[in-house]
């Protein structure tokens, strides 16, 4: 798995969630998480939740942190909800460490009852993918300004949070060969 | 999926991670976890992790939480290992209310640079299985009681974790029913 | 499973057969079975068999019994085509009771030799479809009502079909959680 | 596919069921569907379905037909238990043709209350079995003889419902090597 | 498995690694080899390796053997290119035989250095395709001419190529169901 | 996939097809091809092929190279069929550089019409894994000796091997990185 963190920046319209939009950028053959910083508008051809179609909800903001994962491994929709899951609470936990209120529910952070984050998961023929996002500033949404990570903290923060999915991959990719299968009763 | 909190202790010997188990001790025809009290002392012939066995490490504690978790949606060990980890950073959460300082690494939680947890998954031809056990108390390694979590509250947290992941399970389920696939660049 | 009886009159399009069909009709959130009543008329951009499409096919009734069967928990061609014979299989022990002189061949079913349904099966990245349609009344093909099933017994029917589907697939879904693997010679 | 039907007497003890039992019997190299007539008396060690065995179930007839399936296309439980669900109504439309009062509740067959068939479905790491057995005479289950089959008719079911099964999935087979994927709302 | 050898000229645009082109061209309902002679010009809206749609390469033959294979019993990436993989073995050895001198890597053969053929493989929610072209004549590139195969040689080549996939294919589906699970240590 | 080639000689008895021999042996976590030279006796308990069981196939070389390949990435029974080929095409082009009259049929390598090779693969609930065995030398069977290659170039195709596949699977999931999903007819 390759992690890869841009310096320039991104701004996420919803087509960076497309498979093979990571070979496309950075011609990257393998596995990956991609981090960047941009501004959020995602079109409405490029919503996958039809829970926020129909609503017609609006997913914007104008500054934030954005995660992109590709796994090539298996196009199994239930492991890529796990990993979702996963990969939002490691989330939680690097920003734990700074800011001790943040509660997790399924693919959502929040800070004092607001949302933190955006996020979602899908596969195609041939890959899965998960994008998350997280307000680094924000008028009504939480944000990490609001929880006092300002200046280098979010730099810093972009890089721990892809570097520790990228850990938690490999670690698992290690653990599950050298397990022996389960008995039966 | 079912979430079934045994009222009586049981010794977690190693047997209880063979697939069926559930099925065996109530009739469980469904996914589930279970959870329990009791003792843990994993006899050498049921033990899964071959780094354990290898190093003879001994898996003893004479108080613990169990958590017994059993699905058949699936037997790909990429899945039951991403959920395997889920599961552990679930029970972190809970504890975290409870005590801020703990530290997720793979599938262990420590206290004080001290080992909370012992886990393990892996897959038979028919399930895929987890098992989590928490120290309740422990003279070397990290327990529940050094968290402060005693008296009825123990048993509180066996309520939350089981539920906890009950309730995300049901919800990733939920989700990844509202998504429409991805494009492709 | 969610098994969902409409009141409403439906028109089969063959849009109704798309992934993601019954979220947006119903923000159903689950496997699910929807049956309906109203005519069929489907264009050719809905047709998913592509014998049909080359034959030029006219899939048209004015007034048919529907079933739409939607599966998240996998993507494989094999198991939905299963299914979909599993379910016309279902489809003629509920109308033997009303009629014994049923005949089914492979995904269709024929009284005195004329063709009483239409069906089809596939798969999207996201999840496996199936729809039978049975006709009411018809001046050429096969119908319920040349079988003496009218007024109140059309709508029995569509009861009995889709909750009998329903309790299919819970079933398999308990059974398959208390049998061992195999042994091997 | 292949279909073969023995000729010789052989007593079900529950090894049939083991994966390669066909190879072994007559070096099949493919999918198949065996059939053949005798007793049923299955040994403890060989029973796969737990209810069974902690009911400490007799599974015993002086005289049945038997069907054994493998496939070894996927190791998929869902698809094997699919599968069995089809088989089991297969036999139950070939019986109806000869006793109208057939019912199939899940993967058994009865006649006037009483159970006619025995059936398992589970999978090995290598392939996916079904076992149904059929009494042909029973002093208290229900039994060919008791539907009026004898003699030769006995013999002619036994290749009706293998030849049934072996169209069936050869139908299946060029059915979904024809249908484009579905359309996503 | 199906092998078919068209007679009538063909020109690869591209359309034909589309699912579901053989039924559609000759009513294959099965996983087949198709092969067949003619010019190679691959519009870019058909291009399915986005390497050669980056670099803007011209994938053009004035005259060439193509093989179109497509299994249906699979969607998996890596299954579809361990079989593209073996297939481009199969045609080195095929011709191995005529001219000593070729060197296979990866998905390519060359000669003195010059590539022989062009080839890709992907999958859609149906089936998993592979192309594979071999230059007959070419003023830059490796072709079967400066190999000196010509005349009806060439029409033998295309005959033992196909043939040669197909009854490895063939083998495979054999040998894999006379083989026990592994002992695990 | 790491690749490992071993300096000690180890006698191969079949108990190194067992899932998870390599992490036992060298603590290996990846996927792997572990290449050695030794005697080869296959004890009939850990022979996989049921034909050679039958058979009474004594499997016995004085001196082979011998290659051990395990995936973790899938149980597929295809796949690991598919790579068994690949890798016996591999090590063909790899003699064949050394001596040209080479004839591979199916996993089997012949010289002279005599069998210059022996292979296996199989899955258990956890791995799937490929033996291949060359002779070196032998009274009966076509050896490297007889093809001429003895001496340090014996150890020079061993290493030859075992590094061309390591480069073909790490190419292949490159390759397959980078490819579209294909449209449908």
């Known amino acids: ?82 990993r979702q899951r996963l990969f939002t609470a490691i989330t939680s936990e690097v920003l734990l460490f700074r800011y001790p209120l943040i509660e997790r529910m399924g693919d959502d952070l929040f800070i004092k009852g607001k949302k933190l984050t955006v996020s979602i998961a899908s596969t195609s023929a041939v890959s899965q993918k998960i994008h998350l996002g997280i307000n680094v500033v924000h008028d009504h949404y939480g944000s990490l300004n609001e929880m006092g990570i300002t200046g280098d903290e979010v730099d810093k923060v972009l890089h721990e949070i892809a570097n520790s999915y990228h850990n938690e991959i490999n670690d698992i990719e290690k653990d599950l060969r050298k397990s022996r299968p389960l008995d039966v009763i």
Chains 1, 2, 3, 4, 5, 6 share one sequence.
Do not use: P
């Open 1 to 82: 798995m390759e992690c890869i963190i841009l310096d320039k920046s991104i701004d996420y319209d919803g087509s960076q969630i497309s498979s093979l939009w990571a070979y496309n950028l950075a011609d990257v053959k393998a596995d990956s998480i991609i981090a960047f910083r941009g501004a959020c508008d995602v079109k409405i051809e490029h919503m996958i939740d039809l829970e926020d179609k129909k609503q017609g909800d609006i997913i914007f903001s104008e500054d934030m942190l954005h995660f992109i994962i590709e796994h090539f491994d298996s196009t199994d929709l239930k492991l890529v909800y796990a």
